[in-house]
C-alpha cells in the first residue's frame, strides 16, 4: 500500500528523496535478466517474498496458513496469465481473445492484471525520462526490474497486513479499498497545485523518512507529469486503472479481504455470490 502523503499548497514543495530497494534474481548464463524472464518470474512472487525474508515454504503449508499462501501462490499465477495475454497482443491489434483459463474464478483477476501491466509501461515511460537519475546510480537498471521490485515491494507490504509476515492489521475490504482510492485521488487532484523541487535537487539513494520503491515511483512520475503534457496523460490513465481495479476489488463478491488472526485461525471478510468457501489471495479471498 501506499504511504499517505498529505497534499501541500505551497508553492514550492521540498520532498524527501527515496530509497529504491531494487529486487534481483539469478538466471544461470545470463548477466542482466530480460523483461520476459521478469514477466515469467512474476507468477512466483510469493515464493521470491518468503524467502526474502528468510521464511522456508515447508513452514508455511500446515492449517490456515498453508491455505492462505496456497491462495496467493494460485492468484499470482492467474495474474501472470493475464500479464502474458497483454504482452502478446501489444503489439498486435488482431489478438482480442483472452488468455486460455482452466477456471472462471481466473477472469476475477483481469483487473488485477491489467494494473501490474500498466504499472510496467508506466516504470518504462519514467525510465526514457529519467528526471531523478535511476538508470546513472543504478547500474543496469531496467523497467522490468523497477516493475518486479514495485511489486514484491507491495505483496511483501500485503503479507505484513494479513499476518504471514507480521502482526494482522487489517480492517476490512471495503474499508481498504476506500481509503487507498482516497489517497490516490488526494496525490493526484492536488498534483497540479504542487511543486517539485528541480531534479538535481534529489539525490537518488538518500533517505529522509523511509524506504519505498512505490512511493519513489509516485514521486518521480508526478514530477515528470507536472513538466511534460505527453506524460500526464500516460499517468492519468495509469491513476484510472488503479482506481477500476480496486472498484472491481470492492464490489466483486468473489474476492474477500483474508487474513491470519492473532491465535492463528484464518479470519475471511465474507462469502462469495454462491456463498461458497473462499481463499484469499493478495489479501483478498476468490472462489473457485
Known sequence: MNH??????????????????????????????????????????????????????????????????????????????????????????????PPKLPSDWELDYKPHGKQSWALLNLCREILKRDQFGWKESIKHLSAAELWFSCEFERLENTFKTIGILGTSSWRGKHSECDAMS?????????????RFAEACDFQAHQIQSWDSTEEAIRVHAEKIAQQDIQFSVIYSKYIKIR????????????LQ????????????????????SQKPRKGFCKQK
Request: glycine content about 6%.
Open 4 to 97: 499517505k502523503m498529505h497534499p501541500l499548497q505551497a508553492e514550492k514543495v521540498s520532498l524527501g528523496t527515496y530509497n529504491l530497494i531494487i529486487q534481483t534474481f539469478d538466471i544461470k548464463g545470463k548477466e542482466n535478466p530480460s523483461r520476459n524472464d521478469y514477466i515469467q518470474a512474476f507468477k512466483l512472487l510469493p515464493d521470491f517474498v518468503l524467502k526474502a525474508n528468510r521464511i522456508l515454504i515447508s513452514e508455511l503449508q500446515e492449517r490456515d496458513l498453508g491455505v492462505l499462501l496456497s491462495s496467493h501462490r494460485d492468484a499470482f499465477k492467474a495474474i501472470h496469465k493475464w500479464l502474458v495475454h497483454f504482452d502478446s497482443t501489444e503489439n498486435n491489434s488482431f489478438l482480442f481473445d
Open 243 to 254: 482506481k477500476q481495479a480496486l472498484r472491481s476489488v470492492r464490489n466483486n463478491p468473489n
Open 182 to 194: 482516497k489517497r490516490i485521488d488526494d496525490n493526484f487532484n492536488s498534483l497540479l497545485s504542487r
Open 257 to 276: 479481504f483474508a487474513a491470519l488472526e492473532q491465535n492463528g485461525s484464518l479470519s475471511v471478510g465474507g462469502k462469495g455470490k454462491r456463498g461458497k
